[in-house]
């Protein structure tokens, strides 16, 4: 990969090994980071924690670079996505109400 990619990850955290993102950024890889996803993301977003340290060595290390930015999981908030949402709630609880096994949930396997 050349020095100057951007990498952008939407998808899952654990696609991208973050310790060694970190390792690369100090190396000065990459024009720019951007994420919208962390593979220890459980707990760290979604609430105020302005007034709290971070204690994720990673993630704190990681947001110090310039050229690094990390959202709070916001890719999926789209009109289409947040419908989609929506329906798949409402034909649960309306499946659920019926009697109905729905098709969203899933069976665990003996």
Do not use: C, W
């Amino acid at each position: 990969m050349k020095d100057d990619a951007i990498l952008i990850n939407s998808s899952r955290g654990g696609l991208v090994d973050t310790a060694a993102l970190v390792a690369e950024l100090r190396e000065g890889r990459f024009t720019g980071v951007g994420l919208d996803v962390y593979e220890a993301e459980a707990g760290l977003f979604f609430l105020d924690r302005s007034l709290e340290a971070v204690d994720d060595d990673t993630l704190a290390r990681l947001v110090t670079f310039p050229n690094v930015l990390v959202t709070s999981h916001q890719a999926y908030y789209t009109e289409d996505a947040v419908g989609q949402i929506i329906e798949a709630t409402v034909r649960n609880v309306l499946d659920y109400k019926a009697g109905r096994r729905s098709e969203n949930v899933l069976v665990p396997r003996s």
